[in-house]
Every structure is written in C-alpha cells, then in structure tokens.
Nanobody, 115 residues
Framework: QVQLVESGGGLVQPGGSLRLSCVAS????????MAWYRQAPGNQRELVAT???????NYADSVKGRFAISRDNLKNTVYLQMNSLKPEDTAIYYC?????????WGQGTQVTVSS
C-alpha cells in the first residue's frame, strides 16, 4: 500500500509559478512510476507529466517547456514545478504512483490561476 499526500497548490496570477509536492508513505517508493494528473471542472482527468523509476520524464504538449517533474527517492517525494502559469492550468492536481498491477492516488491539491 502507498499513501500519497499532495501540497503546494494555491492561487497565483497568470505568469506566476508554483511547486507542487507529493509525499508517499509505504514501501518501495523508488520502484514506482510517478505521475501528475489534473482535472478541471467539467473536464476529464488528464495526464500532465510522468517520471519513471529511472528518472525518464514525459509531458503533455500543453505544459512542455513550462512544467518540470522531478523526484527525490530519499525523501519519497515527487515534485511538479510549474512556471508561466496560465488560467487554463486551473484544476485540481493529483499525484499517482503506479506499478504493473497496482496504482494509488492522492487526494488532490487545487491550483487556481487568476488575476
């Protein structure tokens, strides 16, 4: 079992930055692929970024060049650095841990981009 707790969300002006954190409890964090998803009101949950257990990363086209995912296996934490934020980035952001036959979700953290 893995429990995930996100933090770092909030209200930010367009063009601003936020860093989200997701702390995992439980065993073997380093072997999980970690991901950030987001869900805006009325929309389906969408993948934002992933980082493999070896550190390979992938991004949705909408956030490439603006967001960066990273992980610290000693701290059981995955981060999402979000720069040049736009109003369309407003959503609840969720952390996910995944292995071949199991996955776990956090409760989400709200990000609102507005002037």
């Amino acid at each position: 079992q893995v429990q995930l707790v996100e933090s770092g969300g909030g209200l930010v002006q367009p063009g601003g930055s936020l860093r989200l954190s997701c702390v995992a409890s439980g065993s073997a964090f380093s072997i999980y692929t970690m991901a950030w998803y987001r869900q805006a009101p009325g929309n389906q949950r969408e993948l934002v970024a992933t980082i493999s257990n070896l550190g390979s990363t992938n991004y949705a086209d909408s956030v490439k060049g603006r967001f960066a995912i990273s992980r610290d296996n000693l701290k059981n934490t995955v981060y999402l650095q979000m720069n040049s934020l736009k109003p369309e980035d407003t959503a609840i952001y969720y952390c996910k841990a995944a292995r071949t036959f199991s996955s776990y979700w956090g409760q989400g953290t709200q990000v609102t981009v507005s002037s």
